[in-house]
Every structure is written in C-alpha cells, then in structure tokens.
C-alpha cells in the first residue's frame, strides 16, 4: 500500500514540472524582448542566449532571401554561404555578453530586413554611404545615427524583424554597439558581423582623435559621445579593420589569436589549417611555403618525360635494330637459296648433256638416220621457253580481286614417270623445293608422300624470307631474259598481255590541248595531239618556258588558273584523270618528302596508304623490298631523310626517294616532273633502270627533262618536244626523232648529244646551216603541217609560207603577228589585271580542291580509320624524334611560371585577376607558337598525300590526337611554378582544368593559323592575338560594342573560370568583397562550367574551321 502511494506521488511531481517548464517555454516563445526574462537568474542566461541566436539564425535567413534576389551571381549556394558566414552556433558568448549589456533590449536593437536591405543595396549600387532615412536625415540626427551607436524602439513597439519594406522608428536608449556587431553610420540599428571578422569596441587614441581600430571620430560637441564598435562591413578596401588579419584567426567576431607553428592562417580566417608536410610554417604565418612541392613536380615530370620519350625511343630502335637483323638473314638465305638452285641447274645442264649424248650414240649405233635432236626433246625445250617467258615479268600470279599468290606449283602426290628424264629435270628445275626427297635450300631429304601445306607468312622472318626470295627469282628471271635476248616487242606484248598483267593500264590522248592563263590570256600550251603509251617512256623535252610542267600537270589533273581547251582521253574514254588518282603516281620537281623519318619509314607509309587494302603484309614487304632495292638504297634504309637543320641522306638519294614514294603504291600511269635533276650520271642511270621496270609492268611512265646523257636518251621511248609558247616541235619514237630533224635539214653534228642539239636550237643558240632553210620559229608550223594538224589563225600566214615555198630558204627573222597588235595597257589597268587574275586563280583553287569526282580506278585503299592509325604511328614517331624542341618548349613554360608567379602576387581584392591575366596572355602566346608546328612545316607534304588520295581528316585528326600530349602536360609544368609561387586559394586541379581548356582552345586557333597564313606572319599573329584580346576582355567599359567584342574574346571566358575558381573560396568577412568584385567583372559564380564549356567550344570551332581551310586551301 505504501509503495502504491509512492508511485502516485512521483507520477503527480513529475507531471507539475513538465506543466512549469513548458509554461516557461511558452513565455519565451511568447516574450518579444529578452528583458522580460529575469537575467539575474544564471539559469536563465543560456536559454536567452539560445532564443537569440534562433532568432538571429531567422533574421540572417530572411537577410539571404532579400539580398540572394540581387546578388545570385556572387552566391551560389545559399544556405552554406549564409552558415559560413552567420552560424554562430559553435560560440555563442558574444551574444550573452549583449544581452547583458543591453539589458535585454538586444532583439530591439537589432536591423530588421528593411533595413539591412537599405545597408546592403548601397554597396550593390556602388556607394559607400546611406541615403537619409526615417531615423537618420537632416532634420532628425540622434547618437544612434554616429557610427559605432545604436538605438532601440520605444517600449511599447512590436518590431517585426522579418518585415522587409518599412523601417521602424528606432531613436530610444542610445548607446554603444555591441561587441561582435557593427552599427553603420545613418542607421540605428545592430548587424552582427559575419565570421571571420574582428569586430571589438573600439577605443579613443587622444593624439588622433580617431577611435581604433576602426577610422571613425568622434562627433564634435557631444562630450558624453564615447568610441563604440564596429562601424561597417564592406569589402577589404573600404573596411580592412574589420578583417581577422593575416597570420591569425577568429573562432568568434569577438577573439582573434595567433596562428600557431605548423598552422597558417589567412586573412579572414575562422580557424588555423594544417600545413602540408615538407612546408615550413612559423608561428602566425599566413601562406605555407610550396616550393617544394613545386620541385617536386617538376621532378616527377622531368623523369616521367625522360621515361616516355627515352623508352619510346629505345623500344623503336631496338625494334628497328632486330628487324635490320631479321631482314639480313632473310636476305642472306635468300642469297644462299639462289646460289644452290644455280648450282643444280649447273648440275642438271651438266646430266642432261650427258643424256643426250648417250642418246645421240644409241641413236648412231642401231640407226641409220643422221643424227638429230629428239622431237620430245625439242618440245620440251619449247615448252620451256614458253613458260619462262610467261614468268619472266610476273614473278607473283594475281586474284581477280588484285590479291598476290605465289606461282603455282606442281601436284606433289603425282607420280613421275621414270622413262621421261627431261621432263623430270626440268620440273625439279623450275621449283625443286616442291619436290619429294629434295630441298635446294636446307638439302633435307623427305619421306616419300609428305606434302608442305602452303601458309601464309606471319612473323617477320617468314615475311622478310619470303619478300627475298621473290626477290631472288625476279632476278634470276631477268638474267635469263638477258640471256635469252628477249625482243623489246615481247617483253611489251607479255606486260600488255591481260592474262598475267598485274595492274590496269592508262592511256592518256590529248588533241588540240591548249591551256591559256586566265585574266592575262597568255598561251601556256598551244595545240598539244598525241598520246602517252602504257609500257613506255615518253620523255617531255624542251628549253625554259616551253611549257612542259604545265603539260604534265594538265595530264594529272593539276592545272590551276587555267582555260583548257581541246580533248584528254583515258583510254579512249573523256573522263577526268583526277577519277584514276589512286592509280596515278606523280613525282614532283622539289623532293617532298619527310626529314624526320627514315627512307624506309617513308616508303611503308606510302605502301600502307596506298596499296590496296586487302593486299597481305608480306606482299606489301615484297613491293616495299623490291623498290629499295631498285632504286640502290639498301645502305640508307634505316637513315634519316634529314631537313634543312639536321643534315640526313645526300641530294640524290632524297631524289630517289621522291620517286619511290609513288613507286610503292604500284601505279598504272607515273608522271615525274625532273627526276634527274641533281642526280649524277650513275644514280640517273639506276633510277631509269628501275623506271624501265615499272614501264615492263605495263605502267605508262612520262617524265620532264633537262637535257638527258645519251644514254639516258636511248632508254626512252617516246619523246615529246616542245617549243617556247607550248608549241609541239616533236611527238614520237625518240629514236626517229634525229631521222625527222634530218628530214628537215638539221643533222646532229658528232659528238653532240641529240637532246642538247635540239634543245639549243629551239633556244635560238644554234642556229641551222642555211642551206637547210630552217627557222627554229617555224619548226612548230613544220610538225603541223607534216602531220597534217589544224594550225591556229596567227600561225597560218606561216604555213602558207612555207606551203607555197618551192624552192629557196624561208626567211631566218620571221614576224608574229600575234604580237604586232599587242596594246600598251596603263598601270591602273595592268594592277586590276593582275587583281583579277588573282582572284580568278583562288577561286579556280577552291572549285578544284572541293570538286568531288567518281573513283574509277578499282582499287580500295584503308579507309580513314586504318589511315588514322597509320597517321597516329607517323606523328607519335616524328614526336619522339623532336623531343629536343618539346623540352625547349616546357623549359620556356617552367621560367614564365616561375616569371609571374614571383612577380605577380595573389591579390585578395581582386582574387588573383592580375595574375592570371599575365597567365592566360604567357600560355596563349607560348601554346600558340609551339602549336604552329603541326601544321606549318609539313604543309607541302600534306598537299602532296592528299592530292594523291589519302585522307585529310585522318591526317588532321591524328596530327590534333598527338598534341593532346602537350594539351594535358602543359598546363601542369606552368602551374608547377606558377601556382607554389602564387599559392592561390582555388586547388591546383581547378586551376589545371582551365588551363587545360585555356591551351585546348588556343591549340586550335593556333591550326587555324598555321593552315591559313605562311609561317612568319602565323607567328605575329599568334603574339598578337592573346595580347589584343586580352586587353579586350579585360575593358569594363559599359559601351555594348566593348561588351559585344569581349564575350567573343577567348581571354574574357578563361579569366572569368580563373576569377570564380578563386573566388568561391573567399566566404564569411569576404562575402562583400566577393559580390563587389564579381559585380564589377560582370562575372558570376554559377557560370564556371559554363566558362569551360566556351573554351572547349572555341576550340573546336576553330579546329573545324582549320579543317576546312587545309582541305579548301590547298595546293594540289
């Protein structure tokens, strides 16, 4: 029973103390004022502090909500930036000491969002001071009105704190601020000052009469007036006082303590941060020391380098080296394999005269007949001839499709008869590896009924045996045909012959070619018939202005700027030669070739590219072996080409190269413009070998020549003369060509090199004896009229001249009377010629450069993916080999790091904008100049690949592919210097990001440059452009013209990421500061991504644009 009383009377205790301390919560919500609380209670203290900070937390989120409607751009994040900078939730104790000090009155003291709109809009507008207001104006000025004083609405008022659009009457109990608050001057009112401020009561220095630590004095006339607190919060230059300063921090607006040793702290900082290990941080130190870490990168970059470009560059050689030695084996087996086969056949010759001698006495001994060669045998020997005829010129047998097969050989599990033994011989002689019990080339007998299963080639040891081996009986064949004296009729009928020919055949026909310079109507070619033969060699002669590189470049399709009139014909059919360029091969005058690769680097390229794509590697090997090998450059294989700085092969070989780039990609018609310029006799006499060669293939080889040796000109076959004008003086059989000039009256004198003699004569230097009664400006007349061609108007006063003349020498001074009614034209209308014909050449360059015609050669070469790769191993290897400029190149970035990062220091008012001004102007120029390269100095290789069918988008891309390397390392060896040096707030990976963007869109503009203008004027423009853009985007200016220009300016956009990067990281005291200066930029936080994306954008616009300038542009 007791217990059960007891229980009762705990239940009753405990149910009147929730009813008082929720009665005593009720109050408080219920109190306007803290007053009304008996503050002498200690107890009591803490839940008025509480009520207080709940209510300021209130006020500070109704202040966000007013101000974020007009200053969005400087804050991001609403409800972190407000708890960063009004969450005094952690140390309340500035607020206890208020309510003591004010006696309670403090939440009536306190700026109501009225208010603190009308003190915030002034700094948003720009001005640093209020606008009179209902408290403080000309006619009411209380003390609450003087900075560092507030006052507090009567006794009787309700102040509704929320309340955003009236401002109460505040003029009643005036006195000091508060610590931790600051009253601005014209308002009555308490704002309380945000974290990472100072803001203690300030005290009066009597020298200067100015209260510290604040800047303001007291009013004149009122000796009771005393130093209050904090007068205002603006940004750092109007109100610095009120910052923590550097080298301390403020856990409250009302402590500030040292940092301590291992700690730094900036300025307007709530608390102390660690420094990183391997800094140096004293005691109050406001910046950790980075150099280190700077060193340290640049270290670990310098080695990662090293490794990349010294381990690239040790993998190729080494690869390189091991294939030098696979392909010496295969070649020396290949020697050897050959050697034994000769020695067989020695030894089967040696056996088979022995058989006919003992047939031949048998034939004595039991016959009465004369002896005579036995009919099988005569038929073998036939048979023998017929099919080392078939083989001599095609040593690889082709699909229908193009693709190389090896020769047939004969079945294996047929059995011999072993009466027939010439046959026998003659089969093992013609592939004696095919055979049972005998291998030529190991002498390993083998069981009876094995069979060698055909395999395709794989490693580089089988290709390389099998590409020399080829090789081999290309050679031993040849010898043969030597031996044998094949007709020159025969060789040309078997490499015309569509059974064994490998390539399609090109006969180009041209009548009445006439190609006149437009806007000037000056002749370039006159009247031009004939036609260039598959099979053959037509050499095109002439003295200077003849136009020959004209005619040849009018056959390939090259003719720019040009009227043409008259017929070509490819085979007989009036179609665009441009429609067979995968099939056409042209060799031009310069040699153009890639310095920084080796000879044969060149060649695979051009192999790979080119050849048909279903060709197998070890044929590719076999066309790439055989044009080496052709053109005698076993030794230079592995060399470089060399450049202008960097010496590498001599003159004739880069000549020989030039030609066997076209060589490689098995072409039916191979047109070349001097070959033999600057080649001696012997070099001259191999390339014309190798030439003979392909034309044995059926392929139609014309070439432009200087004055040939003799026995250069007894290799050709055709011979195509012209005169100056373009007129044809000879076109045919160049061994009939001294029977024609004969004709004529003009004999060759002895010892005189035909070519030169004519040559010299249609120069005007020799001049026909005048019994001849031969003028060399009437030779072109005389080819007309000899084969009946129709001669144009101005030439026909001529021809009827030399029509009616019987008997008598023509006159030697003949007249033009084209010429005899030139008119003599002003210099204004010779300059609007000239202008004229400029832009007619431009536009005739676009017209053919964008003119897409139907490719009708048949043959499918990689398409821009596989050329992609192709392009990729080519640029990764010149990379590698330049790797000397690539470090100039980071050594240059690393000293304008370091440069600016000492002389330009991180100004907090600002957030670094100098700076990174001097940042965005130093990468741009330097990127820019570097990218300059890519494009620049390999232009004329471009245009001759593209001319020749590869693909300028896999070229471009590839090219851009590879300097992504640079694009992602750059910014990283700049910042290694400038951001340790600078040691912004923002991170190091924000940093990197826009720069990396920065040097991505620059690298663009740079293409555009290098692809639209020579090199020097690309290399003004590149210093020129960060420079004047820069200056553009940082105008502030409020004329729209200056704002239009600048949004368009790249500098504008990177300068904004760099400004907002560093700036979201200046919170609480700096939240002015940060709207301020945002304002003042027209810069806002949330467009950073934006920013980027502008970047990025900018550079592939520009990238686009330098796309379709380098395949619109372009020389061809």
Not at 71 to 77: N, S
Not at 296 to 318: G, P, R
Not at 351 to 371: E, I
Not at 832 to 842: A, I
Request: aromatic content about 8%.
């Amino acid at each position: 029973m007791g217990l059960k009383k007891f229980k009762v009377s705990t239940l009753w205790s405990l149910s009147i103390w929730l009813f008082v301390v929720l009665s005593f919560l009720v109050i408080m919500v219920q109190c306007q004022d803290v007053n009304d609380y008996n503050l002498g209670n200690p107890g009591v203290l803490p839940f008025a502090t509480a009520l207080v900070n709940s209510r300021l937390s209130n006020l500070t989120l109704v202040y966000s909500k007013e101000i974020s409607e007009k200053a969005g751009f400087c804050i991001k994040d609403q409800q972190a930036d407000w708890n960063k900078a009004f969450n005094f939730s952690s140390n309340m104790d500035f607020l206890a000491s208020c309510i003591q000090k004010t006696n309670g009155s403090m939440m009536r003291r306190l700026c109501t969002a009225a208010e603190a709109k009308f003190y915030f809009d002034a700094f948003l507008q720009g001005s640093t001071t209020l606008r009179p207001n209902r408290n403080c104006n000309l006619t009411s000025w209380v003390p609450g009105c003087e900075p560092g004083w507030a006052c507090s609405v009567g006794p009787n008022e309700q102040v509704d704190l929320e309340n955003s659009r009236v401002i109460p009457d505040r003029s009643h109990e005036c006195q000091d601020c508060c610590e931790g608050f600051f009253c601005p001057r014209g308002l009555t009112c308490m704002i309380p000052c945000p974290l990472g401020s100072h803001c203690p009561t300030a005290t009066l220095n009597k020298d200067t009469g100015i209260c510290e630590p604040y800047n303001y004095q007291l009013p004149q006339g009122n000796k009771n007036h005393t130093c209050g607190g904090a007068n205002i919060w603006a940004d750092i230059r109007s109100s610095r006082e009120v910052f923590c300063s550097e080298g301390s921090y403020c856990p409250t607006t009302t402590q500030e303590k040292p940092c301590s040793s291992g700690h730094y702290c900036r300025m307007g900082s709530t608390s102390e941060k660690p420094c990183f290990k391997l800094t140096s941080c004293k005691a109050k130190e406001s910046k950790q020391d980075l150099h280190y870490y700077g060193i340290m990168l640049i270290a670990a970059m310098i080695t990662l380098l090293l490794i990349i470009y010294n381990c690239s560059d040790q993998v190729l050689t080494t690869r390189e080296r091991r294939l030098a030695k696979t392909r010496e084996a295969a070649a020396r087996s290949a020697r050897e394999t050959a050697k034994a086969r000769q020695r067989w056949k020695n030894a089967k010759n040696a056996a088979k005269k022995h058989a006919s001698g003992l047939q031949t006495s048998f034939s004595q001994t039991f016959s009465l007949k004369k002896p005579a060669k036995h009919p099988e045998e005569l038929k073998i020997l036939d048979q023998k001839r017929s099919e080392t005829d078939e083989h001599l010129y095609a040593p690889t047998h082709t699909s229908p499709s193009g693709e190389y097969f090896p020769p047939p050989a004969p079945s294996k599990g047929k059995q011999m008869e072993p009466g027939n033994l010439m046959r026998m011989m003659h089969d093992i002689e013609e592939d004696p590896e095919n055979y049972e019990g005998f291998d030529v080339g190991n002498h390993d007998k083998k069981s009876k009924g094995q069979t060698s299963k055909a395999k395709q080639p794989n490693t580089h040891s089988q290709i390389f045996k099998y590409a020399y081996s080829q090789l081999e009986k290309e050679k031993e064949k040849a010898l043969q045909q030597e031996n044998k004296n094949l007709t020159f009729s025969g060789v040309i009928s078997m490499a015309t012959n569509p059974e064994i020919r490998k390539r399609p055949l090109i006969e180009v026909s041209f009548k009445d070619l006439t190609l006149t310079l437009k806007g000037k109507d000056k002749h370039l070619l006159r009247c031009v018939t004939g036609k260039i033969k598959p099979g053959r060699i037509t050499a095109v002669m002439g003295p200077s202005g003849a136009g020959k590189t004209t005619f040849i470049s009018a056959l390939a399709g090259k003719a720019i700027g040009c009227k043409m009139t008259g017929l070509i014909l490819i085979n007989g059919k009036n179609e665009s030669i441009r429609s067979y360029r995968k099939i056409i091969g042209y060799v031009p005058q310069d040699d153009i070739v890639h310095g920084n690769l080796t000879v044969e680097e060149n060649l695979w390229f051009n192999a790979k590219c080119r050849l048909p794509a279903h060709l197998s590697k070890p044929d590719r090997v076999l066309v790439v072996e055989r044009v080496i090998e052709s053109l005698g450059l076993q030794t230079v294989r592995d060399s470089l080409v060399g450049t202008v700085e960097k010496r590498g092969i001599s003159g004739g070989q880069r000549k020989r190269v030039n030609v066997g780039l076209e060589m490689v990609m098995e072409p039916s018609l191979l047109i070349l413009d001097e070959p033999t310029s600057g080649l001696d006799s012997a070099s001259s006499l191999q390339l014309l070998r190798a030439l003979r060669h392909e034309a044995l293939e059926g392929v139609n080889v014309c070439m432009v020549l200087h004055q040939p040796s003799y026995a250069l000109f007894q290799m050709f076959d055709d011979l195509v003369l012209l005169a100056k004008g373009g007129l044809t003086v000879y076109h045919g059989s160049a061994k009939k060509a001294e029977e024609y000039f004969a004709g004529l009256g003009i004999h060759v004198p002895e010892r005189i090199n035909p070519p030169d003699h004519f040559i010299d004569i249609l120069e005007g230097i020799v001049t026909p004896s005048a019994s001849s009664g031969v003028n060399y400006k009437e030779l072109p007349v005389r080819w007309m009229l000899h084969n009946g061609y129709p001669v144009p108007p101005d030439l026909q006063q001529s021809a009827a001249r030399l029509s009616s003349a019987s008997a008598g020498p023509v006159l030697a001074n003949g007249t033009n009377p084209a010429g005899a009614g030139t008119e003599e034209r002003s210099f204004a209308g010779e300059l609007w010629q000239d202008v004229r014909s400029n832009v007619v050449l431009q536009r005739d360059s676009i017209r053919h450069n964008l003119l897409n015609f139907k490719d009708l050669s048949s043959r499918r070469t990689p398409g821009v993916l596989q050329q992609y790769r192709y392009f990729l191993g080519r640029v990764g290897k010149q990379r590698m080999r330049e790797a000397k400029i690539q470090a100039t190149d980071y050594l240059i970035l690393l000293l304008a790091g370091a440069c600016l990062g000492t002389l330009s220091k991180s100004s907090d008012e600002s957030f670094g904008a100098a700076g990174y001004t001097y940042t965005i102007i130093a990468v741009s120029l330097l990127c820019q100049i570097a990218a300059l390269r890519s494009f620049s100095l390999d232009k004329l290789q471009y245009w001759r690949e593209s001319a020749s069918g590869m693909s300028s988008l896999a070229y471009f891309l590839a090219k851009d592919t590879i300097d992504h390397f640079n694009t992602v390392i750059k910014p990283v060896v700049y910042l290694s210097m400038y951001y340790f040096f600078t040691n912004p707030r923002s991170s190091f990976a924000e940093n990197y990001i826009v720069l990396l963007c920065l040097v991505y869109c620059v690298t663009g503009i740079a293409y555009a440059l290098a692809i639209f203008f020579q090199p020097g004027p690309a290399q003004l423009w590149s210093v020129l452009l960060p420079v004047v853009l820069t200056l553009v985007a940082t105008q502030n200016g409020d004329g729209k013209i200056v704002k239009t220009i600048s949004k368009v300016c790249y500098p504008k956009w990177a300068l904004e990421a760099f400004v907002i990067a560093n700036a979201k990281r200046y919170y609480g005291v700096w939240l002015i500061t940060r709207c301020g200066a945002l304002q003042k930029s027209g810069y806002s936080l949330h467009d950073w991504t934006l920013c980027l994306l502008i970047l990025i954008l900018t550079g592939v616009i520009s990238r686009f644009i330098a796309y379709v300038g380098m395949i619109t542009f372009q020389k061809k």
